[in-house]
């Protein structure tokens, strides 16, 4: 089944910090695989997307993510954590079922202190 | 570039009255449209996937007569939730692409209220 594994629900980070957070994937064909952000009662934005080539994307904001497809990941980092930073993020996969579509993970709330 | 509207951003309706959402890509073509639902700090579900002139289709659980999508041209789509009750209440979210095999924008969701 194709799926979506964010494992953390919650991470708080100090303001200046470096950021990891993690993805895992299920998807039996070649992945596209996305990261939005989403600010409370928003709606998402692109940070970035991989779709083939270097396996380590940029994105806006200073975001990367680097696809590890043995490891079936896609986890987004930043060196340096901004208080604006604060928000949801989640990680999609695009799959073929049916028509092509967006799944999901249940997202990473983000909290930074000052 | 690649901006989704979404209008109104809130709505207050009636218990058994209708309500109708609208998703607007402002400088692309949407050859796909889809609407997603979230409850609070909680993933998005999606709803259905409509392409401009087609029948939208939608998710296993979905109920068609209640939310009818309409994708009537390459820059908008209308959802309509019919009858709406309390369980309808939530956070609506439509995105847009161009085509197949690349990335989907989102609107600024509309928050539902139904009393």
């Known amino acids: 089944a194709q799926s979506v594994t964010q494992p953390d629900i919650h991470i708080t980070v100090s303001e200046g910090a470096s950021l990891e957070l993690r993805c895992n994937y299920s998807?039996?064909?070649?992945?596209?695989l996305f990261w939005y952000v989403q600010s409370p009662g928003q709606g998402l934005q692109l940070l970035l997307k991989?779709?083939?080539?270097?396996?380590l994307v940029q994105g806006i904001k200073g975001f990367e993510a680097e696809f590890k497809r043995s490891q079936s990941s896609f986890n987004l980092r930043k060196p340096s954590v901004h208080w604006s930073d604060a928000a949801e993020y989640f990680c999609a996969v695009g799959v073929t079922s049916g028509t092509y579509k967006y799944i999901f993970g249940t997202g990473t709330r983000l909290k930074v202190l000052a | 570039g690649a901006v989704v509207s979404q209008h109104p951003s809130w709505v207050i309706c009636k218990s058994g009255t209708s309500v109708k959402i609208e998703c607007r890509s402002l400088?692309?073509?949407?050859?796909?449209m889809f609407w997603y639902r979230q409850f609070p700090k909680q993933s998005l579900m999606l709803m259905a996937t409509?392409?401009?002139?087609?029948?939208?289709?939608?998710e296993q659980g979905v109920e068609k007569d209640k939310f009818l999508i309409n994708h009537a041209s390459l820059t908008l789509s209308t959802l309509t939730v019919t009858s709406a009750h309390p369980e309808d209440s939530s956070f609506y979210i439509c995105?847009?692409?161009?085509?197949?095999?690349?990335?989907?924008?989102f609107g600024q969701g509309t928050r539902l209220t139904v009393v």
């Open positions: 409509s392409n401009e002139g087609s029948k939208a289709t939608y």
């Open positions: 995105s847009a692409r161009v085509r197949v095999y690349t990335e989907a924008f």
């Open positions: 400088d692309f073509q949407a050859t796909t």
């Open positions: 991989y779709f083939s080539g270097d396996t």
């Open positions: 998807y039996g064909a070649t992945p596209y």
